[in-house]
């Protein structure tokens, strides 16, 4: 069954760090790009980050650029999104996606590409 499983977040306090994991546990399907959207609530699911499962190619939002990270682990088929200097804006449920293979790098930032997703992580920064 395809599925992806996120962990990671939590409660904490604005200046801290959060590290969050997107597992594919068991997956039979190829995987392309992974993506981290989030969303907050009365708002719309907005992107995070994306990258390739080569790990050669790294998008980040303009809100995250610089705080956050993006990886990946081959040897566990893990993707990790380290979350630095979290802000009470960043409070949001957040998801990992991922894509099969059949779209462009550039559009990685819209969740319309992503073939699978995760039942999504809480976030919560207070100030």
């Known amino acids: 069954q395809e599925q992806l499983v996120e962990s990671g977040g939590g409660l904490v306090q604005a200046g801290g760090s959060l590290r969050l994991s997107c597992a594919a546990p068991g997956r039979t399907f190829k995987i392309y790009t992974v993506g981290w959207f989030r969303q907050a609530p009365g708002k719309e699911r907005e992107f995070v980050s994306a990258i390739t499962w080569s790990g050669s190619r790294i998008m980040y939002a303009d809100s995250v650029n610089s705080r956050f990270t993006i990886s990946r682990v081959k040897a566990n088929d893990t993707v990790f999104l380290q979350m630095n200097s979290l802000k009470p804006e960043d409070t949001a449920v957040y998801y990992c996606?991922?894509?099969?293979?059949?779209?462009?790098?550039?559009?990685?930032?819209?969740?319309?590409?992503?073939?699978?997703w995760g039942q999504g992580t809480q976030v919560t920064v207070s100030s």
């Open positions: 996606a991922a894509d099969r293979g059949d779209s462009l790098w550039s559009d990685a930032k819209f969740p319309r590409v992503y073939d699978f």
